[in-house]
């Protein structure tokens, strides 16, 4: 789960990570309250929006005066910002951010990730901030300084010492500052759950301060039950509605460009399904995972939100059941052929555990449209000709 | 022979009474699997499916001898419950929960491997010596016993394999299923090398997915230590790039770790790369003909 920068920004205050004052708005009005109450002189508007690359797509923006913050709060509320991030359709703003200005005097880059490899807590820095850390790793990976942190023994003097002397802070003060704030940061890594935090500019002051001017967060949707501060934070409308509404039913959906709808359990099969009907010449619409609890009527979800599509032609449903019962599949079919009017031709492949009595439930349900697949390779073939055809 | 179980060896179960654990236990037990007992707080002493309970992981295996223990506790007391596995002296736990927070297995696995215990999972099927222990939730029926290894990420693409592989007139020997999460336990390095050194395994599937670096690691000790033929499928190869906000992780594992990658990478040290899991038992008959 990813939060606001402005969400990012709490936790970090709320643990003294150095952020510059800001105020979120939801509307003009509110925004330019808030400016106000920070007093200027100077102050940023920045859009609010799951996504990075906001300043190059026109959602970051420097007022001068109320009135410019007026200005420019009507110009970012309610646009539609693209960045590399959000695809071509772009993100609806609906919240603002005002804050203060900051006195930069350089900028530099700083996150927090797990390490898959190495399995532990990794901070990342360099001295390259504000600019597309893909393309440093890419260009200049000696410009990035890694320093893996075992939680076992978590955040020791020696981690400040390598990471204040990779990015050449030679100033005591400084060596102190950037220490305290990365031992913070560590820390809310930690007992928050996170699963990355990006600060991309962190920049250093006039006076020697180092302070978080934008805030990535994401979050181990696994530890949300947790962390219900957290858990609070989620904004639905950052999301696919599809994506959400399908969660809620224990099914895990995202909708591709392609003609066939498919039903599949477990994620490795699901994916391996659509690279087969791939590899046939057809596209599958969408990446749909019943899960392991599947029944009746999470089926018939299933093939609601799959024909909510209009470019879907035929739907595979291809099940291999382990704890998943294919009868349970099967009667999930029936019952959503009645419920919704299932207007396009149904692949079925069942195969493992209790496939012989889903059969004959499919067989005495005598259903228009049903075509069965003997294997995978059977029922994508027929998926694909039967989409071909439609 | 086989890897890592058998019809000997002696298995608990942690999470033995709730409903997950009752179900699949019994299950197990059904198919041949050695359960010698399981473990629930607060119900020791009590008889469950005809086996002790005890109420720590110590107590069950002072008592009972086992080596193994099968994890189906909540997602929330899963990284508990693998570090008193690992303190009480058991071998090898197999992780079924799906669920448990990252950061959890982060110390769990740390603390696992101090102590010197395998883990396999979290969020997998399990693993199974066909016709011996089925150590899982995997349909077992499908398992016939033969020569074939079977290694993957994915827990339904590992019954398609095996299916496959069985319906071509051979039979697995071992099937692993090591799990999608962040954070997991054996992986195809550690794996690898027992089907290897394994003398009725004579060919193996490996199944990957996107994400990470474990194929692409795999394939450089497949290159330096693997004799035996092996058939991959990794899937993802039209899944979309992924829609996370942050990209500081892609930087950490390296490249993208796309399917295209470590099908190329796979493929450059002699391994036979099918495009879709429904060429995974032709595969291996063809490499398994040219072999006889």
């Known amino acids: 789960m990813n939060v606001h920068e402005y969400q990012a920004k709490q936790i970090f205050a709320k643990y003294g990570v150095p952020t510059p004052k800001g105020i979120m708005a939801e509307s003009v009005d509110a925004a330019v309250e808030a400016a106000k109450e920070l007093g200027g002189p100077i102050w940023v508007v920045k859009a609010q929006i799951h996504a990075g690359g906001r300043g190059l797509g026109g959602g970051v923006k420097l007022a001068k005066s109320l009135e410019e913050v007026r200005e420019l709060s009507d110009e970012i509320l309610g646009m539609t910002l693209v960045t590399h991030q959000t695809g071509p359709e772009g993100k609806l703003v609906q919240k603002l951010y005002i804050e203060d200005g900051a006195d930069i005097k350089d900028e530099f880059y700083l996150s927090v990730v797990l390490d898959r490899k190495l399995e532990m807590p990794l901070i990342m820095a360099s001295t390259e901030g504000g600019m597309n850390i893909e393309d440093v790793a ?6 990035i300084i890694t320093v893996p942190v075992d939680p076992a023994i978590g955040f020791q003097g020696f981690h400040g010492r390598e990471l204040a002397f990779g990015l050449g802070i030679t100033d005591k003060a400084e060596q102190k500052n950037i220490i305290s704030f990365a031992q913070k940061l560590f820390k809310l890594y930690m007992e928050n759950d996170a699963e990355m935090i990006e600060i991309n500019p962190l920049v250093r002051t006039g006076s020697g301060e180092f302070l978080a001017l934008d805030g990535k967060m994401g979050f181990d949707n696994s530890a949300l039950g947790r962390q219900p501060e957290i858990a609070a934070m989620r904004d639905l409308s950052e999301e696919d509605a599809d994506e959400v509404e399908a969660a809620k039913y224990g099914l895990s959906y995202v ?3 392609g003609e066939i709808g498919c039903m599949v359990n477990g994620a490795g099969l699901a994916m391996g399904t659509m690279d087969t ?21 999470t089926v018939a979800k299933g093939f609601e939100i799959i024909l909510k599509n209009p470019n879907v032609k035929a739907i595979f449903v291809n099940i291999f059941g382990g704890i998943v019962r294919c009868d349970r599949i099967a009667n999930g079919i029936i019952e959503a052929t009645k419920i919704t009017d299932v207007n396009v031709p149904v692949i079925v492949r069942l195969d493992g555990t209790n496939a012989a009595e889903a059969a004959e439930i499919l067989k005495g349900a005598n259903i228009a449209n049903l075509i069965v697949g003997d294997d995978l390779g059977d029922g994508a073939a027929k998926a694909v000709e039967a989409a071909a055809k439609a | 022979m086989s890897i890592l179980v058998n019809k000997d060896s002696k298995v608990i179960v942690q999470g ?3 409903k997950e654990g009752t179900f699949h236990a019994e299950q197990c037990i059904a198919y041949g699997t050695n359960i010698v007992g399981g473990v629930t707080p607060n119900k020791g002493g009590q008889e469950h499916l005809g086996q002790p309970v005890f109420n720590t992981v110590s107590e069950a295996v002072k008592a009972t001898g086992a080596t193994v223990s099968m994890i189906f506790v909540p997602p929330a007391f899963v990284g508990d419950a693998v570090m008193e596995a690992a303190e009480a002296g058991i071998e090898l736990a197999v992780i079924i929960t799906e669920g448990a927070p990252v950061k959890d297995m982060q110390m769990a696995k740390a603390h696992a491997t101090k102590h010197g215990m395998m883990t396999i999972g979290p969020n997998c099927p399990g693993v199974i010596t066909a016709e011996e222990c089925k150590i899982g939730i995997m349909p077992g029926m499908i398992f016939k016993k033969g020569n074939v290894g079977l290694i993957s990420k994915s827990g339904t693409l590992t019954y398609e ?33 027992m089907f290897e050194a394994d003398p009725e395994t004579e060919a193996i599937v490996m199944i ?10 795999a394939a450089k000790l497949i290159k330096e230590q693997i004799t035996k033929p092996v058939v991959a499928f990794i899937a993802g190869q039209t899944a979309p790039k992924g829609k996370t906000m942050g990209h500081a992780g892609a930087i950490v594992s390296g490249s993208a770790g796309t399917a295209a990658e470590k099908m190329a990478a796979l493929e450059a040290v002699g391994v036979k790369v099918v495009v879709s899991p429904a060429e995974i038992g032709k595969a291996i008959k063809e490499v398994l003909s040219k072999k006889a």
């Open chain 1, 138 to 143: 890419e260009n200049t990976p000696e410009k």
């Open chain 1, 255 to 257: 909708a591709l460009d």
């Open chain 1, 277 to 297: 009907i791939n590899h046939m010449g057809g596209t599958p619409a969408n990446f749909l995972d019943v899960g392991g609890s599947a029944n009746a009527e």
């Open chain 2, 16 to 18: 033995f009474t709730g």
């Open chain 2, 161 to 193: 394999g095996a299916n496959q592989v069985c319906n071509e007139g051979y039979g697995i020997t071992t099937a692993v299923g090591i799990g999608g999460d962040p954070i997991i336990g054996l992986s195809y390095k550690q794996i690898l090398p």
């Open chain 2, 208 to 217: 990957g997915e996107i994400g990470g670096d474990l194929e692409i690691q």
